[in-house]
């Protein structure tokens, strides 16, 4: 989660390819990896000396983290639900599920 924090405030990131494992982040498009020393350092010496590229991973860090903001969460939650609402009618009725096993 220190990752999406961070790039919800718009910073270019430099991390080992283990800390963001299981999230949607490209190397290269959304944030540097670098897992060992020398390439950590010239990744960082990089976005300190060139605001080109350091502008270019904030603006999609910070876009890409806004995908998983409760308030976009929120709404295609709301646009989803009333889709499976048209789906299966406006009569008021609720889907049928199968009833629960009892155990």
């Known amino acids: 989660m220190k990752i999406f924090e961070a790039m919800a405030m718009g910073k270019a990131l430099v991390s080992t390819s283990m800390a963001p494992r299981g999230l949607d982040v490209k190397s290269g498009r959304d ?5 060992d020393a020398t390439s950590f350092a010239q990744a960082i010496t ?8 350091r502008r270019r991973y904030e603006e999609a860090a910070a876009k890409l983290a806004a995908q998983y903001d409760w308030s976009n969460i929120e709404q295609r939650f709301a646009k989803d639900t009333a889709r499976g609402q048209s789906e299966n009618g406006a009569s008021g009725r609720s889907a049928r599920f199968p009833a629960a096993r009892q155990p």
Do not use: E, G, W
């Open 46 to 53: 990089l976005l300190l000396r060139d605001s080109t590229p």
């Open 31 to 35: 944030l540097i990896l670098a897992d």
